[in-house]
């Protein structure tokens, strides 16, 4: 049996990243890429039209951050998983966006590997968090926060 396409939406403010990333994620067979945005209110609208199972989403976008738009996302569409993608790798990122719903977090630098592991595993109903944060957590902290 074929494993099922993962459809996904990208939310980035930076045109360089988004490029990059999208070509990283069609290296995939598995992934789709449904939906491109370059912010928060973008982000929205596609989410009625395009239904992806999963959205990257920048941290740090204005005038909506990836905070507030995976609160508003998992609000209406409760289903969608989102994974938090940031330069950040301090785990005070990845457990606020944890709080507010969301499934998984990589950062910028994370290896190929271990974003189509980690975009996998979230697809999978499993929450994942990238091993650059990982290693900055105590084993108290990622179960505490529900990375476990």
């Known amino acids: 049996m074929d494993a099922p396409i993962i459809r996904i939406m990208l939310v980035d403010n930076h045109d360089l990243v988004r490029a990059s990333w999208k070509m990283l994620l069609q290296i995939n067979p598995r992934f789709d890429l449904v939906a491109e945005a370059n912010n928060g209110a973008d982000a ?17 976008m204005s ?13 209406e569409h409760p289903a969608i998983r989102v994974i938090g993608l940031s330069v950040h790798n301090q785990p005070r990122y990845a457990n606020r966006l944890r709080e507010l719903g969301g499934s998984g977090y990589l950062t910028k630098t994370s290896p190929l590997d271990e974003i189509n592991h980690g ?11 990238c091993r650059e944060v990982r290693n900055n957590m105590t ?9 476990e």
């Open 63 to 75: 005038p909506m951050n990836g905070f507030e738009l995976t609160e508003k996302v998992l609000a």
């Open 44 to 60: 929205l609208e596609h989410v009625q039209h395009k239904h992806p199972d999963i959205i990257i989403v920048d941290i740090n």
């Open 119 to 129: 975009i996998i595993e979230v697809y999978n109903g499993k929450k994942y968090i």
């Open 139 to 147: 084993d108290s902290e990622l179960n505490l926060n529900g990375w």
